[in-house]
Structures are given as structure tokens and as C-alpha cells.
């Protein structure tokens, strides 16, 4: 296999201008080629290119972290490193790059390990910045919760630095002891032709991130999206010689994330600053990629994009046959236990002409959105769109969530009650008349911010941080730790509390008679959840793997002795990955009435991705139930389509959409989602409206309510794709038409063709 990622041509590199070049004994070079083994994955395609073969480790650890890392870099490469195992390899890699884990050997000078910078004269671990994304920011490892919903409210004193504040520290009012003329600006003395150099990068970068509006907001109060850009601008603006960017993309939207790219490869190429990008295993390499390092099980493929593309499927699909016993056992257990569909019941949350607004800067404008009891929510809408604050409403985590009932102008005809003009009902009552406490076991969540917030005590366990998602709580309680009750439950109408409890009194504190029924099912409920999402699920350690094959459709009673191993780990000791998924147990494990997954997959591996996955939809493939009951309603926010466990195809009535555009809020069919798509040539514009006006006149009879039925929607999308019934063209075409267009294209094309019929057999007759 050729993996030398100057297969590219259309990078002509120079061969002896290295960023690494690592330099091995001559003993060692030898060894390394020979005691290689099947492990590593190596390239030495290029002459002039030197091998490096790293080990690397934390001094704490006797074993090296990786083993037979052979990787060089040279000018004008454009690399990715990708982290295909999960457990925070890549933050290992990137971490080792700064200094932080040893080399062994370690390069020796003069070049060490960047030679670009030591033959220099320049400090490499001055000279190298990282921004990651994959890794908490914030809380530091301290025990202690922190309050995300802080931006929400009047913002502090101590939060009040600007984006603009943010990126120009000279730009901070000096403090009060100063002159005023005495500007920090002044003090650092920065010389102008470097200072206008700065501006006019900086005019580049905040214009192409479309920040130009929020400079002068406090930097608490910008969106996760809003936040991500800026840390990459700021760190593009202090110029380091090589940037570390890790996992840039998650979080941003859809329109965001080429131009980032953009920027990211034409600053690389100016070698202003250089940029190794980290992505996901899930991430899509960006095309402009030479070389790849694809992290997985302690060792690297390392090599040129599609190579090393092309070596990663090949592996994969040869695990993937492997585990096919296991999906043959598991269906079969499918088919004796069918799982419940969801089921729609009770309206949940119910917002009617929503506003919040800061200052004159509105960011809810007259949103109204209705969930009901066993509906699959997609939320979707722009960095800034407002959805962590629509969440934030729901959750009752904002202030102005109390604040959103409006009553209509009393009548002159005496009622009894005044409709309002607007209102936040949870639960059918206004925010206000519902228990923060109750609402918390109500509603369970996991969001960036709060894998952020949530407390790291060392003496927590992971069963610790699995049982307080009971109560919603933020540290263990209760004599078994799976919390001591709330006392109350949520009312949802004629379902009462229908969606969790299936055998516990969620309503029983601690001390009451109920609670013995409830503790026990809330201990079975968590062994449950552990269980199916634990290590079991996406270790791919002997334990679990010899389970995955075993041929017993019967499952051992009780958790696997890998699963109570993991249960009594201590919680902040995990890798991030790991984290991540304890905390999406934490949102799963109550069986809330409503789950709210923000950003979930975000630096979880793909082994616990599609565990995850699979446990939401409730597939037997994936630990024998289903994550979320029927009656249970879930959002789960993401940029990302494919990200989101459910497909509307499934069932529209069920599976939906609301994005969030310009201050309202819309549920998105098949129809308005495709005509929302952007930049369609205008050639396809004509030929869909051409489509759905042939569907109107000539398939009306199919429509209800302009919304297709599913089996009449499949079947005219395919006979619109199907070569046989229409040309290439509309056959292309039919990807980017609604089920609606396509009828349209169909009848149209069965019309034509029968006019073209009657034409011919016309010509034939005279
Ligand atoms: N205290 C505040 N003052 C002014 N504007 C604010 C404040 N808090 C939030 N905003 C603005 O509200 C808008 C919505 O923010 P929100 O976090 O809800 O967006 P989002 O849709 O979740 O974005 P993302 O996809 O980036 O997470 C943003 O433009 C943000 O700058």
C-alpha cells in the first residue's frame, strides 16, 4: 500500500524542508524497520525522508501509550490527525507534540523534534499553540459545579470581558489608578506596521466567521458556535509557527464549517500559521488533506488521505464481519420481544409567541413549539439561532422563562378565564408555578454545558454520577446513590407520570413506604443503563468480545463483571470519551418524561456511537432494550443530520424537525426542507415548480393536507428516480425533489410519455 502523502500532485513539496525531522541511532533505525510487527503502519516511500519511530508515554505509565509511531512531516504537507479508537489518543498525540508525555528515544539535537523551529533558533513549546474542542474548557478539575445558566441573567462583573476585549487586551480600560491616557495600548508599545498587519487579519477572519456583529458583547453571552470561533481567532491572531486545532468542526453549523476550512488551508498554506487539524473518526476529512494519522488501539495508520482512508474501511468492515453472530443472536431475541413504538400522548411543553430579548438585541422573536409525550425531536438552526436558549426556557434554567405569559386585553364580555397571548406551559403550568426540583427530575439533559459544569470529585464513581440522574442532581444522595427522591411527581393530564417508573413510585422520597419499590427499581434501572452503554457495549475487550460471540440467545443474569468493574471506576480518572458517555446514562437512566441531547456524540468514539445509537432507538443489537420508552419524548439538538438516531421516513408523525431561523421556530416537513435548500440551480428550481404544479393538477387525489402518505411518497420517489420511468436528468434530480415534487415528476413524466405514445402510434397510423 502507498501511503506517502506526496502521492499528491498538487503538492510539489521541497523534500528537505521537514517540520519533524526526527533523527534515529543508527541501531535503532534498524530495529525499528525490522521489529516492526503487524501493529504499526509506517511510510519511508521518500529518499530524502527519515524515519521516526516514537514511543510515547506518560512517565506514571510503565506502558507506552503508543507504540511504533513513524510519522514525518514536511513544508507544505497539510495534515489530519483522526481519533479512530476513542479514549483521548489524539489528545495524547497533540499533548506529546507540546511536551507534555515523553518520546522514547527522543529525537536528539539539533533538530529534535521540530527542526523547523529548533535549527531556527526558536523555542518549539513556546512556538506551538493548541485549541481543542474534543476536551473540557472550562470548570478546571476542581470538585465544584459551576453555573452555566449564569450568561442567561444579568451578567457579572467578573464576565464582562468583551469578544473585542477578548482578542485585544490592550484594548481593557486600564484600571482606575491609571490616567486614562495611560492606555495599556500605549504601555505594551506595539510597533504599527506589525499592529496593521494584525488588523487587517483580524478584519479578515472576524468578517469570514461572521463576528463582526458580537464584538462588543461579553464573551459569556456568545453561543457555543459564536465561542468556538473566536477561540480559533484568537489563536490564529497570537501567531504561533504551528497550530494544533482539535475537532474545530464539532459544533459549528453547516454553513459555517467550509468557510473555517477555507480560511484554516489558506492560512496554512501562508504558513501563517502552519495548522494540524484534529478530527473525529465521524468527521468528514476535508479533501485538501495530504497525509493522515489515524489513531487506533495504541498504535497509528499513518500515510497519505485516501490510502490510509481506504486501510481504516478495510479494517472496519473486517470487525464488523466478526461481530455478525452477535447481530444474528440479538435479532432473534427481536423478534421473541418486539420493542414498543413510541407513542404520542399528553402535550409536554407548550410555547406560544416566545420572546427573550437582551437590550434591543432580540434572539426569540414569537417562537411557538408544541412536544408531545412519545414524539423524536430534531432541533436545528444557525450558530446564534437561539436554541440553547429555547432550551434553557424549557429546562427553566432562564430567568425570562418566568416572565413569558402574556394575557390578552380583557373583553367587554365578562369570562371567566383571558386567553393569552403568549405562554410557556411545562407540564401543562406556567414556569412559575413548577418546582425547580421537580422540573430537574422532569427533564434530563446532557449539553456541552453541562459536561463542562458537572462536578469532578475524585471520590465520585461512575455509578455515583449514573444515579444522579434520578433527581437531576449534581452530587450523589441517597443511601444506594441513585438519589433520595423528589416527592412529587409531574403531572402530564390523563398520562400521569407514563414514560418513567415502570415499576417504581417516582413520586416516594426517602423515608416514605413507596421508596423501597422505587430505590430497587432505580439500582435495577442503572445496572440496566450500565450495562448496555458500558464498556460492554464499545470496549472491544476480551470480556465483551467473547460475549459478543457467544452463541446464547440467553443473557447471564445480572451485570458482567467488566460492568461492575466500570460501575465503581472513579468518574473524573476516565478519558473523556468515557465521560461523555456516563453522563448521556446520567440523562437516560430516570426515564424522564422529556431528554433533551445536546451535542451528544461530540467526543465519544464511533464504537460508542453507534452503541449509543443503537440503544436510543431502541435496536436489541445493542444491549437488549431500548434507551428512551414510548412514551418518553426526546430533542436531540445537532448540526449534523446524521447524527440524529431517528430518520423522518421512519414515521413522520413521530420523527420531526423544528429549526430555528431569525427569531421563529418552524417544523420542517420534507416539502419546506427541501425548498429551504440553498444555491439550487436555477434550472432545478424550474424544473420543481414545474413538478409540483404537475402535482397539484394532475395527482391531487394523492395529497392529504399537502403531506404525502408515506407508502404513496416512497413509491413515487422511487419511480421518479428509477431509470425506467425517467431520464437521467430528473432521475438527478429526484435527490434533490420533495415527495411532493416527485409525484409531480412522475405524473409528469407518465403524461409525456403517454403523449409521446399516442404521437408515435399517430405516426405509425398515417
Ligand atoms: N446575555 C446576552 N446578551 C446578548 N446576547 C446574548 C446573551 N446571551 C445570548 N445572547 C445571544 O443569543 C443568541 C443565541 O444564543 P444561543 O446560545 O441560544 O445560540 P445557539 O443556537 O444555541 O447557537 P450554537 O449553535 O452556536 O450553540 C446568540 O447570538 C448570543 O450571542
Redesign the pocket.
Known sequence: MDSNPNEHSTNPLPSSNQLYRPYLPRHERRTSRRSRGGSSYSYNSDPHSQIQRIQFGDIKHSQPLFRDIEWTVKEGERWAVVDGGGGGEKNVLFNTLLGRYRISPHPPPPGGLFPFLTLAGRDPYSDISIVSFGHRSQGGGGGEFYDYSA??GA?QEQDRLTLRQSLFPETIPPPSHLSTNDTNEQLINIPKKEKDEENALFKHLITKMGLES?LD??M?????????RARIIKAILRNPSLLLLDEPLT?L?ATTRPLLLSTLRELHDRKSPRVILGLRAQDEVPEWVHGLVYLYSGTAIVGGRDSVLREVEKRLRSSEERTTTTTTTNTLNAEQDPLPSPQLGELLIDMKNIR?Q??D?K?LDGLSWQIKQGERWHLI????????????LITGDHPQSYTQTRYAAPSSESSTSTPTTSHLNLFSRPRSRLPTTLLRSAISTFSPELFDAFPRRANMSVWDVVGTGFDGDFVPKGKKGVGSGVGMKVDIGEGVAKGRGEGGCEGAMEGQDEWKEEEQWRVERVWEVLEALGPEAWSGSEDSRRKSTSTSAIPAPGPSPLTKEFAKTSFPSLPISQQRIVLLMRALVGRAPLILLDEVWSGMDERMVRAARGYLRGDLTSGGGGGVGPHQAVVV?T?WEEEVPWSRDEDPGVFKRFK?SGGKGFEQTNQTDVLAAPDLPSVVQGMRQICAIASTLLGSAVLSDGVLPSSTSSTAAAAASSPTTTSSTSSALSNVLSSREAVGMYYLTTYMMAVLVVVGASQVLY
Do not use: C, M, W
Not at 459569556?220 to 468556538?228: H, P
Open positions: 450568561r442567561y451578567v458580537f458583547l461579553p459569556i453571552a456568545l453561543s457555543n458556535g459564536q465561542t468556538r459544533g453549523d427573550v437582551y437590550k438585541r434572539v438552526g444557525e450558530n446564534g439561532s437561539g436554541k440553547t436558549t429555547l432550551l434553557s439538538i448540526h430555528l
